[in-house]
């Protein structure tokens, strides 16, 4: 029993970013009274729920809780009808999401990609393929790259023409950081890290190459090798099980990571976590399921809430140190999966001992394990 009390901000989203909250919480609650711990749980509106109540995708109350806040549990941002109707820059994925990142400076994305036994129909590879089952993770530098690198512009050349302008920049400590992230989950793991890069063409590979090189030496008791993004893509759907933690920059990783998410088959299974600053006590973390707002399903009771609920077990792993926590949230997971739950992005005709359920049915399987 902990007598610390764990202050969360709870931020749903759009879409099906509700539902899937929803169900969270209730697991979270539930570990709460198993394991006697203090959950302070604030939700706030954030993405164009955060515009509908406040004018602003991040709202300056909602940012304000984060700061009192121990982590931050995300749902999902953006409506893809409604984006258009705004500026780029007050868009949810920008104004929102990439703010959130870089204002408490979460350099490193944590994705662990397992596909369970049970669900080896819904993975798009062959049996063989497989093997012995899949599980990845895949470590994504998160405040760096193209997607932060300036200059970032649109410009008019004349004559009806525009250039676009992106710019990849990379520092010698953010590859370090991160480096030493990925090296000390490998070595939690089975010692291998893969390093994706493109070292024959940019010099931002070239200088990523020769860092990870460096930092590696640090680490003895780990394989590391190099693999170019393009290989490494195909090599995602030739051999995956060759994979044990793939380190990459932030376009590669972002890239990569939703690519790996089809082995789990579906993005409905896929959480993620992304870690700032770590005290003396607990690391920052900001957690949220790696799939989208999916507005065609949302309010029907469809949405699949695993990721959602999976990124509560990594939030208590990462960010609290709860470990027994997070593997009751994990055990119960599996659980449902065992007993043949399967929400529609799961399922299939061809599986007889397999049952379609929705969000909350599925979530109130996952509770009563736990």
């Known amino acids: 029993m902990s007598s610390k009390t764990y202050r969360i901000a709870a931020l749903a989203g759009d879409g099906i970013g509700p539902e899937v909250m929803r169900e969270a919480l209730n697991v979270l609650r539930a570990i709460g009274t198993r394991f006697s711990l203090s959950f302070e749980i604030t939700e706030a509106p954030v993405g164009w729920a955060g515009i509908d109540a406040a004018g602003k995708a991040l709202p300056d109350a909602t940012l304000e809780l984060c700061r009192n806040s121990d982590s931050i549990l995300f749902g999902s941002v953006g409506l893809p009808d409604r984006d258009p109707t705004i500026p780029k820059d007050q868009r949810p994925e920008r104004a929102a999401l990439l703010r959130i990142r870089k204002e408490f400076g979460l350099f ?27 599980d990845i993770l895949v470590v994504r530098e998160l405040t760096g790259g193209m997607y932060f ?55 931002n590979g070239v200088l990523w190459r020769e860092v990870v090189t460096r930092v590696g030496k ?20 030739l051999r995956p099980t060759q994979f044990d933690v793939v380190l990459c920059e932030n376009m590669f990783g972002d890239i990569l990571s939703d690519e790996a998410a089809a082995l789990a088959g579906s993005l409905g299974m896929l959480p993620s976590a992304s870690l700032g600053a770590t005290s003396a006590e607990q690391t920052f973390g900001f957690y949220e399921p790696a799939g989208g707002t999916a507005p065609d ?8 809430p695993i990721a959602q609920i999976l990124s509560v077990a990594l939030m208590l792993r990462y960010s609290f140190g709860l470990n027994a926590a997070a593997d009751a949230v994990d055990a119960a997971v599996g659980k449902a999966i065992a007993q043949g739950l399967r929400t529609g992005d799961i399922h299939s005709a061809t599986d007889a001992a397999a049952r379609r359920v929705g969000t909350r049915e599925m979530g109130a399987a996952i509770v009563a394990a736990i």
């Open 218 to 237: 640090e680490y003895p008791d780990v394989a590391l090798e190099h693999m170019f993004v393009d290989n490494g893509a195909m090599q995602l759907m």
């Open 297 to 304: 399903i949302a309010g029907k009771d469809l949405a699949n």
């Open 108 to 134: 490193a994305n944590l994705r662990p990609v397992q596909l369970p036994k049970a669900l080896a129909h819904a993975c798009p590879l062959r049996p063989e393929r497989q093997g012995d089952g899949i």
């Open 149 to 203: 690198g300036q200059p970032k512009k649109t410009e008019d050349l004349g004559n009806g023409q525009q250039r676009a302008i992106d710019t990849m920049v990379y520092t010698t400590p953010e590859i370090e950081r991160i480096a030493h992230v990925g090296f000390k989950a490998a070595r939690l793991r089975r010692k291998k890290l893969t390093s994706i890069d493109k070292a024959n063409v940019l010099e």
